[in-house]
């Protein structure tokens, strides 16, 4: 017979298995930030290296080989990272026994692709009026926004990303000069830090 107290953590863990997406996998997010961190080193190369006394003898890019460049990088960087959260998350429900796709999960991709789509859009405007220096900070601030308010849904980790996230966004805002910096570090360094302790926390 079990105890009240087990009775009441049987029923907490129902409850929480019933509202929150907690299939969510840490491993994707150490991918996503080893895809960001070689992202941010192929856009150091191509924007930096040519005019430094190493790269001398490379002819720089042109503003427009450049451009397709860096769009190409992040929408690759992004299918990359979507689609291993994706398939690991579903293999991690599959161990679990969980069903992947449920109202819990459709309420998680709404939160948080609702404020990514919108940063997306707010970028090409950024493009459209040749502020480049501001899309590190709008991509870390709405993505931030997007964690924050997705992790209602799903394991705690991401609010702290979320919140960290925002502070490099704000940080790049006010200093774009180490946009790509805190770029790396927010999307890269801390992606890959948190997914790590996502992954020893839950899945081991």
Known sequence: MKTPEEELAEIKSMMEKSTRFLSLSGLAG????LYALVASGLAWFWIYFPGSSWGSDVAPLSFKELLNRMLLLGLGTLVAAVSSAYLLSRRKSASQTQVFWSPASKRFLLALFLPVALGGLFCFALIHERAFELIPAAMLIFYGLGLVQASSYTLGEIKNLGFTLL????????????GLLCWTLGFGVFHLIYGALMYYRHER
């Open 30 to 33: 150490v991918l996503a930030g």
């Open 167 to 178: 502070f490099m966004g704000i940080l790049a805002a006010f200093f774009p000069s180490i």
